[in-house]
Every structure is written in C-alpha cells, then in structure tokens.
C-alpha cells in the first residue's frame, strides 16, 4: 500500500559575525541545489546593495542571482508556487514578519536557507535571527578570525564612531573580533594599533 505524503520542507539558517563565511556558505548550498535542478529562488533586502544590486556577492567574490525585496511581504509574494529552495541572505535586516513567512514557506515543504548576522556590533542579538535559529532545523554558526589575536571570532567590531552613521555595506568600518578583543563601543582599527601610523 502506498501512503501518500505532504512534501517535507525544513529551514536552515547560517549565523556568525562579518567576514565568517555565512554568505560563501549559504551560495554554496544554493549552487549545489541548482546543479540538482531543483526550483530555485534567492532573494535579499533591498537596503543591502553592496556590490551588485541583483546579485548575493561573499567577501571572497563568490556569487549569486538574487532578488531585492523591500520587506517580508514582498518576499512572499514573490515566491513562486513551484519553487523548492528558497535562499534569503542578510535575514537581520528584515522585519519580523520573516518568521510567519518562512514557517509557512517550510511548512508547505520548501527547503528554506537563510544566512544573516546573529548579533549587532554591540554584540546584542539581532532580531529576527534568534526567533529563525529557534525555529530552525539546522543552525550553522559560522567564526571568522579575530583581527587582533587570531582566536575565533564570533562578533563584528564597529571601527567607525558611534553617532557616525555608516552605510550599509560598508564593511571598512567593521573588522572580525573574538570576545577578548571585542567592545561594544567603536575603536580604532588593528593598523591603527599595531601599524605604522604612530599608535592609537
Ligand atoms: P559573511 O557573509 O559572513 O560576511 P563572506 O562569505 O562574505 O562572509 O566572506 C568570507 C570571506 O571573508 C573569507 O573567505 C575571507 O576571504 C574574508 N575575510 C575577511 N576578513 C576575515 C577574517 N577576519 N576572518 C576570516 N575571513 C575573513
Ligand atoms: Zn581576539
């Protein structure tokens, strides 16, 4: 006898500070569901627009077509009723509307794949990653390498001062911290402290 059965989707979410590899991990998932010509659809905020608008761009030049939307409403409104994957970069700076949005797309048996930064560079967690990692299947916590002592680094280190407003994207004012070397505060960058320009 055959017992029929609802397609089982699940949500897979990769966190870490910046520079930890969550967004050359999440193109590599996608990529492999691609080759397996599985329907596939990307998408980001529309406020991120590093590099290239339509495109997910790792800090190691890895890439990806994506879609920008404006807010968790747009994205699912935008996913097609076929679609297997759905791949959401930069989670943290939606709003959390995401949560409904990608326990329904789940439930109606998508894989969803969502990577972002779980904490901000006070070190505060991030909203609404920890609501995703909860309700996840698989969480990835991905570390970068501290700047200053080479430890695993699990925080974004503001390097711009604080009342300085900062463009999104703008990675020069952040560098890779653990939490030995991390402040909540803005501070001067590793060259500053160790190079050549004469001390802090
Ligand atoms: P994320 O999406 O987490 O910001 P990316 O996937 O865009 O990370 O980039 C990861 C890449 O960043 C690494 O492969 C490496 O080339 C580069 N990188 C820059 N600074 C660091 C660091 N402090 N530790 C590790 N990787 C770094
Ligand atoms: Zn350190």
Do not use: N
Request: aromatic share 6%; hydrophobic share 40%.
């Amino acid at each position: 006898m055959h017992v029929m059965h609802a397609e089982v989707g699940w949500v897979e979410v990769i966190c870490g500070p910046m520079f930890s590899g969550k967004s050359e991990e999440l193109i590599r998932r996608l990529r492999r569901a691609q080759i397996a010509r599985q329907p596939l659809q990307v998408f980001k905020p529309a406020i991120d627009d590093r590099y290239h608008a339509t495109q997910i761009v790792s800090h190691s030049r890895a890439a990806i077509e994506a879609v920008p939307v404006k807010d968790s409403e747009e994205l699912a409104r935008r996913v097609r009723r076929d679609t297997r994957v759905v791949g959401i970069d930069e989670a943290q700076f939606f709003d959390d509307g995401l949560v409904e949005v990608v326990e329904r797309l789940a439930t109606r048996g998508s894989r969803v794949v969502l990577a972002g930064l779980d904490q901000d560079y006070a070190g505060a967690p991030f909203e609404p990653m920890p609501r995703l990692m909860a309700l996840a299947e698989y969480v990835t916590k991905t570390l970068a390498i501290c700047m200053r002592c080479g430890a695993p680094a699990g925080r974004s280190q503001r390097l711009v001062p604080d009342g300085e407003q900062v463009l999104v994207g703008a990675t020069e004012a952040y560098e890779a911290r653990c939490r030995a070397c991390h402040s909540p505060r803005a501070e001067a960058t590793t060259r500053e402290l160790f190079g050549g320009d004469g001390g802090e």
